[in-house]
């Protein structure tokens, strides 16, 4: 099975992420690291609270995986 997932202004986006990551770690005093994964437990909890299930979840690790390898279309 092949995953794909285009994401529209996908560039633009990875650049309000950063900047959304980078104040909250100039805000917390923390590493961008660590303020990434603050990030992503925040998006994985509202994801959640919108009923998303734990096996989507798994489905979205495993497209991750898949563009990590260039087979997708990010």
């Given at each position: 099975?092949?995953?794909?997932?285009?994401?529209?202004?996908?560039?633009?986006?990875?650049?309000?992420?950063?900047?959304?990551?980078?104040?909250?770690?100039?805000?917390?005093?923390?590493?961008?690291?660590?303020?990434?994964?603050?990030?992503?437990i925040c998006l994985l909890c509202e994801?959640?609270?919108?009923?998303?299930?734990?096996?989507?979840?798994?489905?979205?690790?495993?497209?991750v995986g898949e563009m990590e390898d260039?087979?997708?279309?990010?």
């Open positions: 099975m092949s995953l794909c997932y285009p994401i529209p202004a996908r560039t633009q986006l990875r650049r309000e992420l950063l900047l959304v990551i980078e104040a909250h770690s100039a805000s917390t005093g923390t590493e961008d690291t660590k303020a990434a994964l603050d990030a992503l994801l959640r609270a919108d009923g998303t299930t734990i096996d989507q979840l798994a489905f979205l690790v495993g497209l260039g087979v997708g279309n990010v």
